[in-house]
């Protein structure tokens, strides 16, 4: 027997109206605020497919839902031992399509891959990796959502100026980060880094005798 020609499950626009709102209200519930930043792309190189000079400079509010953070019960811990809340290596995100377009249509229509996304609340910068439509969301024939595959944005000296403080300072940021990698203790100052050990150094035993330390 075929299904009742009395109800459309795929193309009624009313029933898809009814579907779009829902999951549109669902991420405005349960998800958080993020700030979508577009990328600028200067002398753009086709065929290397890079550009010599990234720029961030405009950055828009909107709703997300993380519907995955790799090593939620994996390797990685959510919440660091040092205290505060930390995102690592990668995420899925899913935004409402229509909200997409009314925040951002003026620019283009989906998300684009190497744009940014700032979380707020966890003070954390990604980059759009792969942009997906989630089958799952595809309800009464129409899909309503964009999935995203990010990871942790890695920072190489893109100019980022969004007029937006808290995005903006984490050039700074991005710089002490790098700098601190690439530091490495000397024992020549004493500072707070807790990788100058040279308090430790100076507080072992002096010898005469490399062979009788470590002797009663």
Same mark, same amino acid.
């Given at each position: 027997? $075929?299904?009742?020609? &009395?109800?459309?499950?795929?193309?009624?626009? +009313?029933?898809?109206?009814?579907?779009? #709102?829902?999951?549109?209200?669902? !991420?405005?519930?349960? /998800?958080?605020?993020?700030? &979508? !930043?577009? =990328?600028?792309?200067?002398?753009? #190189?086709?065929?290397?497919?890079? $550009? *010599? !000079?990234?720029?961030?400079?405009? $950055?828009?509010?909107?709703?997300?839902?993380?519907? =995955?953070?790799?090593?939620?019960? +994996?390797? +990685?811990?959510?919440?660091?031992?040092? +205290? /505060?809340? @930390?995102? @690592?290596?990668?995420?899925?995100?899913?935004?409402?399509?229509? =909200?997409?377009? *009314? *925040?951002? /249509?003026?620019?283009?229509?989906?998300? =684009? #891959? /190497? #744009?940014?996304? &700032? !979380?707020?609340f966890a003070d954390q910068m990604f980059e759009i990796q792969k942009l997906k439509e989630d089958e799952n969301w595809r309800a009464f024939g129409m899909n309503n959502v964009f999935r995203m595959e990010l990871t942790k944005f890695q920072y190489g000296h893109e100019d980022i100026s969004t007029g937006i403080p808290n995005i903006d300072d984490m050039v700074s940021n991005f710089e002490i980060e790098e700098l601190d990698a690439n530091l490495q203790p000397t024992g020549v100052t004493i500072t707070d880094d807790p990788r100058d050990f040279r308090d430790f150094v100076e507080a072992l035993p002096v010898v005469d005798n490399l062979l009788e330390f470590g002797r009663d």
């Open positions: 027997m $075929a299904v009742s020609p &009395y109800f459309q499950h795929v193309n009624h626009p +009313g029933e898809q109206k009814l579907s779009e #709102d829902l999951v549109v209200e669902t !991420i405005q519930l349960n /998800g958080v605020n993020v700030h &979508y !930043i577009p =990328r600028e792309t200067i002398n753009d #190189d086709e065929m290397f497919n890079e $550009a *010599e !000079i990234n720029k961030f400079r405009d $950055a828009r509010l909107i709703e997300m839902f993380p519907e =995955r953070i790799s090593n939620f019960n +994996g390797d +990685g811990d959510l919440f660091s031992k040092f +205290g /505060g809340f @930390t995102l @690592t290596d990668s995420a899925t995100f899913v935004v409402a399509k229509r =909200r997409f377009v *009314e *925040e951002l /249509g003026d620019l283009f229509q989906k998300p =684009r #891959d /190497g #744009d940014l996304i &700032y !979380i707020d």
